[in-house]
């Protein structure tokens, strides 16, 4: 019998979260930056799944003595005894607890452990900054992505425990030394290549060292795990997985996710490696701008006797290129952009207007919501600039000022106030004018480049640049996505086709940019593959100069950047935009998206992948128990529409690359009726038929995983609904197997244009194997153990921070677990239970485990249970009695005169905040009041920006992370609808480290007393 890989049984799941959340701030060489791909996972969250999920857990009876050696060796030996040592006191716990000193937990801290600063931070309730948060030693954090020390030693473990359960008779000195046998000659066999001087030019002393340098990759990764993604997405878990030294197979279906996939782990692992060239033959191949690149000090190029020492190969010849056609392009497109004013322009501001439908005004309104044009974050409000309109009959102009503005926008949801007349032009009108006219734009401002940028008017010249420009006819025209309102409701006001996306002078730039892109590639004299991968990484420049150079990208004012349109994973209707100058030296302009292609290719320089463009799911594609391992990201039932978005892409990459890639430019746009997602535009506008498709295609693939897959099956999934999690274990049961683990990581956070959207912020994973149902259960014993499985696993994540919805979703796994040992689970009546019924009582159990936690008075507890059952609507007089006599000892008319249940006729509801104690400022400021009636006080001190007053609540009632208001803070989270209670309660929640903190430092010693200063 195999052991338990670790990911079954323990996971540092609060240091993974910790660099999972500062994962999506990193830039500087983050495969992120390299192509927009929608809900892509932390690199820290997929290195930690794939390690856990190929090395056995130590405790384990079963775990091959070689592997429990190789731990005690390689992390409790040397500078790994200090560095990997569990914690004397766990940082993240309310009391000492100290973690004992075993293999499992050394091999927890291996993966990630918070550095000393931090536990020191934790234990006093300060922060720590995200760089500091993990130690410099753990395999995780970013620094040691490339570190060799440290993947050398999950390389070997990860080997050890492969071959000990091929060979269990195997001792740790005989895998020790076949490690280092195989894992050395690589180095040796690369520096034997890359020494070579002129290596482009094949000759049989080039040839001979390329196959022994692939021999060695061979012989090493023959020994190694083999790890397949189904659903590759933009590449992150393959990457991960080619880290470490496995080898990496990736399946995707859509055809940009294979470029991005193969930009992201295949090539620059092939391609981006040393080279020398000869003084001759740089010169030919690279001319004069070629010398100008090598003497730019921070490329560290070497120039000696032999010649020119390029660290990056293909870094080098990505950039040469990308700027010999920028430089065309410039040349023959640059003077649309051309500066006016002697300062070098960086964005246009345009407005779309619509006329005002009062017959005696027929002013021409630009459509704008509000007027600021910066708010930068770091500026005073006397810094800010916005439009002040200037309104003469029914003409209207702009000039800029400095400082606040109080002006109301015109455009409320579409329908349209005119500022000379009054007249409200309803939303209806103006899509009507949208649809039967040609939709009129207007330049509003122009933002220049200088020591501190100028906002100007726009003035004749500038318009002259422009005047006569029409929409270059070689762009793409195919139409988008009419169907998928929810994503695209530009169809609505006319613009249905992807040409509609851009404006005249975007796509006269874009066309040349593309035109100059093949023909430089068209001249690229070397190796025709390795001239394909240039041009790939040249479309893929594109692609992130197109998503910030269209009529529907984004101006933030907070930060004065151009920000792509997919903010929200769509392209929803806008009505100003900035038009950026390509050419200029804005992060988001052509040089700037250069560097963070470049930036990525020097920085990924591991094992190459292996990735097919295809429906996963073909039982023949790997033979049975081939695969070691399946990690995988599914897609999110129906929360993004990859295809419908990613068609923005791909009918550009197709008039680019289609010639190139053949077959997988092969359709008109991306293919949809195959995808694997629950998007009901897709069949006939039906739900049911989306959900039946979504589950059945998941199914068959994960069916054809359970036959190929020797071992664990981890499975990453993010989405709140109970349908959405019933579908994917229905899919994970029909394919034979169980949820054997199940672990929450926070992987999900806003980006700051979505700031106040509500959005989960956790991902959970399901670590699943094949499973042999036993027998019938009845429904009630399975109830039982779920009850107690979850109220165990509510206690444990809530002690982790995992909160809300997050915390109730995160039990799913282990009532799934007890369910999928049964061939059926009946109720006392005979009939079965499904799937949903049993996530919905895994909900309620989850809830009912969090009920148990609030303090004792019947008063917040009838809240908070009443909340859970019927939410914030109005109920019948019978139903509030009812429960008041099964579920809490306390009467109506109590509930009543405290205004914690307010009646209006026969119905009754649960009062808000403001409904319970805002008409008396004293109720829920004392110990003794009901826990509600604090609750609610603080949540409008929080509202009202009280300081002192939320300062003075929190310092009195809960200091303390595990005081009981915390508690019920949580649990409004999680139960309470859209609107002001549950934004203040998030609002508080979110802040509380810093309320506890701030009161703490407040706290002053004084005559023997404490008292409060502000």
Request: a negative charge.
């Amino acid at each position: 019998m195999k052991a338990k890989k670790l990911i079954e049984v323990a996971l540092p799941i609060k240091e993974i979260s910790a660099e999972s959340v500062r994962d999506k701030s990193i830039r500087h060489g983050h495969i992120s930056t390299l192509h927009l791909w929608w809900a892509r996972r932390p690199l820290p969250v997929c290195r930690a799944i794939v390690f856990a999920s190929l090395v056995p857990d130590p405790l384990d009876d079963n775990c091959p003595e070689a592997f429990n050696y190789a731990v005690e060796m390689l992390l409790n030996t040397g500078l790994g005894k200090l560095h990997y040592k569990p914690y004397k006191d766990i940082p993240y716990t309310s009391i000492v607890d100290e973690m004992e000193d075993n293999r499992r937990n050394r091999l927890m801290m291996f993966i990630g452990k918070f550095s000393e600063t931090c536990q020191t931070n934790m234990k006093a309730g300060k922060s720590t900054s995200p760089k500091e948060q993990l130690d410099d030693w753990c395999l995780i954090k970013w620094e040691n992505k490339n570190n060799p020390q440290i993947l050398r030693i999950a390389r070997e473990l990860i080997f050890v425990a492969y071959q000990s359960d091929k060979r269990p008779d195997a001792s740790w000195e005989q895998l020790h030394g076949e490690f280092n046998r195989l894992y050395d000659a690589i180095p040796k066999a690369e520096e034997q290549l890359y020494s070579i001087p002129n290596r482009h030019i094949e000759t049989e002393q080039v040839k001979q060292a390329e196959e022994t340098l692939q021999s060695a990759i061979e012989a090493f990764q023959n020994e190694m795990p083999s790890v397949f993604d189904p659903f590759a997405g933009g590449g992150a878990i393959p990457l991960e997985a080619a880290r470490l030294g496995c080898r990496s197979y990736g399946n995707d279906i859509n055809p940009v996710a294979h470029i991005i996939e193969r930009g992201s782990a295949e090539f620059p692992q092939k391609y981006g490696k040393p080279i020398v060239y000869s003084d001759e033959e740089f010169i030919s191949r690279y001319g004069e701008k070629g010398i100008e690149m090598v003497q730019e000090t921070y490329r560290n190029i070497i120039h000696d006797k032999d010649g020119y020492h390029i660290p990056n190969r293909l870094a080098f010849d990505v950039e040469y290129y990308a700027k010999k056609i920028l430089a065309l392009t410039e040349n023959r497109v640059g003077n649309l952009y051309s500066s006016t004013t002697g300062k070098t322009p960086l964005v246009y501001y345009w407005v779309r207007t619509a006329k005002c439908s009062n017959p005696s005004c027929q002013a021409e309104i630009p459509m704008l919501k509000q007027f600021y044009i910066s708010k930068r974050r770091t500026a005073k409000a006397k810094d800010w600039y916005y439009l002040s309109p200037i309104i003469t009959g029914n003409k209207i102009d702009f000039e800029i000022k400095n400082g606040e503005c109080s002006i109301e926008g015109w455009n409320h949801h579409g329908n349209l106030t005119c500022p000379c007349c009054g007249n409200i032009t309803n939303i209806a009108e103006i899509k009507r004018q949208f649809n039967n006219e040609p939709i009129k734009e207007r330049l509003l401002a122009i933002i220049e480049d200088g020591d501190n940028r100028n906002f100007r008017t726009p003035v004749s010249s500038d318009l002259n640049q422009i005047q006569g420009l029409k929409k270059d006819e070689s762009i793409p025209k195919e139409k988008l996505e009419i169907g998928n309102v929810r994503n695209f409701n530009t169809p609505g006001w006319g613009i249905d086709s992807f040409d509609g996306l851009f404006s005249n002078r975007q796509s006269i730039f874009l066309a040349e940019f593309r035109n100059k892109i093949e023909e430089v590639c068209s001249l690229i004299d070397t190796d025709s593959n390795y001239a394909l991968v240039i041009k790939t990484y040249l479309a893929l420049w594109f692609d992130k100069v197109l998503c910030r150079n269209t009529s529907f990208g984004v101006w933030h004012k907070l930060q004065e950047t151009v920000e792509h349109p997919f903010g929200r994973q769509a392209i929803p209707m806008v009505f100003d935009y900035p038009e950026m100058n390509p050419f200029s030296n804005l992060s988001g302009a052509c040089v700037g998206q250069l560097d963070s292609i470049v930036s990525y290719i020097e920085n990924e320089t591991s094992f190459a992948s292996i990735f097919n463009n295809t429906m996963s799911g073909d039982k023949n594609q790997f033979d049975s128990k081939s695969l070691t391992s399946v990690i995988t990201d599914p897609p999110y039932y129906d929360a993004i529409a990859y295809a419908d978005l990613s068609d923005f892409f791909y009918v550009w990459l197709k008039s680019i690359l289609g010639n190139d890639y053949s077959i997988v430019f092969s359709t008109p746009k991306t293919p949809k009726q195959d995808e694997c997602t629950a998007l009901k535009h897709h069949h006939g506008n039906s739900d049911e038929e989306a959900k039946v498709h979504f589950e059945q295609m998941l199914t068959a693939i994960f069916d054809a995983i359970e036959i190929q897959t020797s071992d664990i099956v981890s499975i990453m999934f993010a989405h709140q609904s109970t349908e959405a999690w019933t579908t994917l274990c229905n899919s994970i049961l029909d394919a034979r197997m169980n949820i054997t683990g199940s672990w929450p990581m926070d992987t999900e956070v806003s980006i700051a244009l979505k700031a106040q959207m509500s959005t989960l912020e956790s991902s959970v994973t399901v670590a699943c194997r094949p499973s042999e149902r036993k027998g019938y259960a009845d429904f009630g014993d399975v109830k039982h153990n779920i009850r107690q499985l979850v109220k165990h696993e509510v206690e444990k994540l809530y002690g982790l921070g995992f909160r809300g919805a997050d915390l109730l979703t995160a039990c799913f796994g282990q009532a799934v677990s007890v369910f999928g040992h049964y061939k059926l689970v009946e109720t006392a009546e005979g009939e079965p239970v499904s799937v949903g019924q049993l996530l919905e009582f895994a909900r309620e159990s989850a809830a009912q485990a969090l009920l148990e936690g609030v303090p004792g008075e019947p008063q917040t507890k009838f809240y908070c249970g009443w909340l859970q059952m019927n939410g914030m609507g109005e109920c019948d007089f019978d139903d509030v009695n009812k429960y008041t006599r099964v579920g809490v000892n306390v009467e109506i008319r109590s509930l009543q005169s405290d205004k914690l249940l307010i009646t209006e006729g026969s119905k009754q509801h649960l009062a808000t905040a403001e409904e319970h104690v805002g008409s008396n400022p004293n109720w829920g400021t004392q110990p003794t009041d009901y826990m509600i009636s604090q609750v609610h006080r603080m949540m409008l001190a929080y509202r009202g920006g009280n300081q002192e007053l939320l300062y003075k609540l929190v310092r009195e009632l809960c200091p303390q992370s595990d005081a009981p208001q915390w508690r019920v803070l949580d649990f409004l989270s999680g139960h309470l609808p859209e609107g002001k209670d549950l934004t203040d309660v998030r609002g508080l929640l979110s802040s509380a480290e810093m309320l506890r903190q701030k009161c703490k430092d407040a706290i002053v010693h004084k005559m023997g007393e404490l008292q409060f200063e502000d």
